[in-house]
C-alpha cells in the first residue's frame, strides 16, 4: 500500500495567517491527490483534486501544488471558518490511502 | 440536490454482521462509483472499497477482503455495505461517498453510520 504521511499533525495560526500542510507519498502518484477539510461531527468535504483543481464553491484562498510524491496545501489567509482537520488521499492505485490528518487550530 | 442519505446508527455484538445503506438522489444512479470510508474515532480516514452502481463491478482493500460484501439495487438508487466477522475493532463511523470518475477525489458524501461493535 502506498503510505500517505501528513506534516505537521497540529499546526496553530491566527486570522489572517499564511498555512501551508505537506503531503508526501511513500511512491509516486502522479497528480492523483485530493484534499479534504473535516469538521467535528461532519463527514468530510472535498477542496482540491488533481493535486491542484478547486472543487466548485470551494474558496480561492485554498490551492494545492504538487507532483509526485510531494504535495502542499495552502491557504492563502486563513478564515474563522477555515479551523478544521485536513486530510490529503491518493487515488493512483488500489488500495486509495489517506494522511494521518492536519489540525489546524486558533493560536 | 445531489444526496447520499445513509441508514442509521448500529450497535452489534462481536462475530455478528452489519449492513449499511447509502440512498442515493439527485443524479444518475448508475454512471457513478460508489466507495465505502470508515473512521475510527479520533482517527484518520480509511478506504474500504468501490462499487459500480451500474455493472456492480467492485474493488476492495485486502484488508477486508472476505468479511465485506457490497451491493446495489439500480430501483432504489441505493447501494449497500456489509461488513461480517465484527470485532471491536471495527468501531468506526461509516461513510459512503462518491466519485465523478474512476479515479477521482470523492465529492459528494454520505453523513455516516455509527456502528458500535460491543459485548
Known amino acids: 500500500d502506498i503510505q500517505m504521511t501528513q506534516s505537521p499533525s497540529t499546526l496553530s495560526a491566527s486570522v489572517g495567517d499564511r498555512v501551508t500542510i505537506t503531503c508526501r507519498a511513500s511512491?509516486?502518484?502522479?497528480?492523483?491527490l485530493a484534499w479534504y477539510q473535516q469538521k467535528p461531527g461532519k463527514a468530510p468535504k472535498l477542496l482540491i483534486y488533481?493535486?491542484?483543481t478547486l472543487e466548485s464553491g470551494v474558496p480561492s484562498r485554498f490551492s494545492g501544488s504538487g507532483s509526485g510524491t510531494e504535495f502542499t496545501l495552502t491557504i492563502s489567509s486563513l478564515q474563522p471558518d477555515d479551523f478544521a482537520r485536513y486530510f490529503c488521499?491518493?487515488?493512483?492505485?488500489?488500495?486509495?490511502?489517506f494522511g494521518q490528518g492536519t489540525k489546524v487550530e486558533i493560536k | 440536490q445531489v444526496q447520499l442519505v445513509q441508514s442509521g446508527a448500529e450497535v452489534k455484538k462481536p462475530g455478528a454482521s452489519v449492513r449499511v445503506s447509502c440512498k442515493a438522489s439527485g443524479y444518475s444512479f448508475a454512471t457513478y462509483d460508489i466507495h465505502w470510508v470508515r473512521q475510527a474515532p479520533g482517527e484518520s480516514l480509511e478506504w474500504l472499497g468501490k462499487i459500480h452502481a451500474g455493472t456492480s463491478n467492485t474493488k476492495f482493500s485486502p484488508k477486508f477482503q472476505g468479511r465485506l460484501t457490497f451491493s446495489r439495487d439500480t430501483s432504489a438508487t441505493t447501494a449497500y455495505m456489509e461488513l461480517s466477522s465484527l470485532r471491536s475493532e471495527d468501531t468506526a463511523i461509516y461513510y459512503c461517498a462518491r466519485t465523478p470518475g474512476t479515479l477521482d477525489g470523492f465529492d459528494i458524501w454520505g453523513q455516516g453510520t455509527m456502528v458500535t461493535v460491543s459485548s
Open positions: 511512491q509516486s502518484i502522479s497528480r492523483r
Open positions: 488533481d493535486a491542484s
Open positions: 488521499q491518493h487515488y493512483n492505485v488500489y488500495p486509495w490511502t
